[in-house]
């Protein structure tokens, strides 16, 4: 887990830079986002030629072949061969464009992605930080109903000991104080595991003593405007999985028309430069010109004279390395156009499982706007629910208040039993605690619906 920060006071915002720093599921995406980046600058630098060298040496030993004078030696050669070669597509029916367009659509999806993941740990950050917030609530409130039992059991207890109320009353009352205790026990375990939920979705370690920035007061009392379906065109241009699914669908048609490139000629300039070296090269170096006989004679006065020629003698001398390197070198250049005919139907199958693959995107992609469809009329249906709800609780919350005053009241008189007394409080507490319960599902829903609009939600 990461390190939490030294403080223990975190507000909403605080706590969503924690989980975007520390969540893997985040950092995933991002390689993955990374990867696609990766892919794209390939498909552009696809345009650029290909050039590569090539340096041979080695040595023959036995029969083998003078490369000088194509005829066969018997000798030990050394040789060598140097050349550089590259190439440059000039057209292949604008495969490369597509491609690279292709690979842009998919590094822009992967960069929704990553907002995507960062939506929904956001929302589930959300509804931690809620759930911690109205447990603390309810903790507080719990605090107050066990305070106010433990008052009446003090009370009662000293007017017990003066015999002014029946022993019933006071055992009533202790039960309740147990009942309170036994609840505030229960209720500090669960706002420690909320806390514990929370630390683990920031990915830190847990720290009993966090404290939450509570919520504005006034956030729990406005009603939600808009409606469903204004809501629902609004998320189609905001969310980043609607964005992501459609990229996905656009990458796709580009793949289409990238395949079915593929089926049209592909013309190439090409060239290249090469040299070599031979130990078995020689070269003829003139020495001199000399008389020699041919062995036929001429009579000349009945006296017999030889036939002399001129000769040119030479000395056969090895050609240098830096000779060689510089007399051989050569190059060429051309263009070459490859017509694919039939390559066992590869390319017509790429087409179409591209085409499948675009059908898969499309499908995702509807699939992607239904489904947000039906989670903004449930999010908005839940949020009216919930507001009319509370509404209602804090209509309850009223009665009951001054129901219990009364009873109160007439209890401390001495003018009501206890039963009665506790049925009022009980009636209070669980409105009150039914209110806590309710504003905070309501500023949920409140919240997820500004969520789905590409509001802030902190």
């Known amino acids: 887990m990461a390190q939490a920060d030294s403080s223990t006071h975190l507000t909403l915002k605080q706590c969503l830079d924690l989980a975007y720093a520390n969540n893997l599921d985040l950092k995933q995406a991002e390689l993955d986002a990374a990867g696609l980046g990766v892919d794209y600058r390939q498909a552009k630098q696809n345009r650029l030629p290909q050039v590569n060298g090539f340096i041979e040496h080695g040595n023959n030993q036995g029969r083998s072949i003078d490369p000088f004078t194509n005829s066969y030696l018997n000798q030990k050669i050394e040789y060598a061969n140097y050349g550089a070669s590259g190439g440059v597509v000039l057209f292949n029916g604008m495969a490369i464009q597509n491609n690279i367009q292709q690979q842009k659509l998919a590094l822009a999806a992967g960069k929704q992605e990553i907002q995507q993941q960062k939506d929904n ?28 039992s433990s008052k009446q059991v003090e009370r009662l207890a000293i007017l017990h000991q003066e015999g002014a109320v029946p022993p019933g009353q006071l055992y009533d009352l202790k ?19 909320a806390i514990l939920a ?32 204004g809501i629902y065109q609004t998320a189609l241009n905001q969310l980043a999985a609607v964005k992501a699914a459609s990229l996905r669908t656009e990458s796709a048609e580009k793949g289409v028309k990238a395949w079915r490139s593929q089926l049209w000629p592909t013309l190439s300039l090409n060239g290249g430069l090469f040299t070599n070296y031979s130990s078995a090269a020689r070269t003829a170096q003139f020495l001199r010109t000399i008389e020699t006989s041919t062995g036929d004679y001429v009579k000349i006065n009945g006296t017999e004279t030889p036939v002399l020629t001129m000769r040119d003698q030479f000395d056969m001398q090895k050609i240098t390395y830096a000779d060689q390197f510089k007399n051989n070198y ?80 007439r209890f401390n008189e001495g003018v009501l039993n206890s039963v009665e007394y ?31 609009q590409g509001k802030a939600i902190w």
């Open 121 to 148: 740990l956001s929302i589930n950050i959300m509804n931690a930080y809620l759930l911690a917030l109205s447990t603390a609530d309810l903790l507080e409130q719990i605090r107050i109903q066990a305070h106010l």
């Open 330 to 409: 050569s190059t060429n250049i051309n263009l070459s156009l490859r017509i694919p005919i039939i390559n066992s139907l590869q390319g017509r199958n790429r087409i179409e499982r591209a085409k499948i693959q675009l059908k898969s995107a499309e499908l995702v992609e509807k699939t992607t706007k239904i489904r947000l469809q039906q989670q903004v009329e449930q999010a908005y249906l839940n949020m009216t629910a919930t507001y009319n709800r509370y509404k209602t609780v804090l209509q309850q919350v009223d009665a009951f208040t001054e129901s219990f005053r009364t009873a109160e009241a």
């Open 175 to 193: 039960g309740q104080l147990a009942s309170d205790e036994i609840n505030l026990v229960n209720t500090k375990n669960q706002l420690d595991a």
């Open 198 to 229: 929370l630390c683990q979705l920031m990915n830190i370690p847990y720290n009993p003593a966090i404290e939450l920035e509570p919520l504005p007061s006034e956030e729990f009392l406005k009603a939600y405007e808009g409606n469903a379906a």
């Open 422 to 452: 506790l049925t009022a409080k009980n009636n209070l507490d669980r409105s009150m605690i039914n209110l806590i319960v309710a504003k905070y599902d309501y500023v949920f829903r409140t919240r997820l619906l500004d969520f789905y």
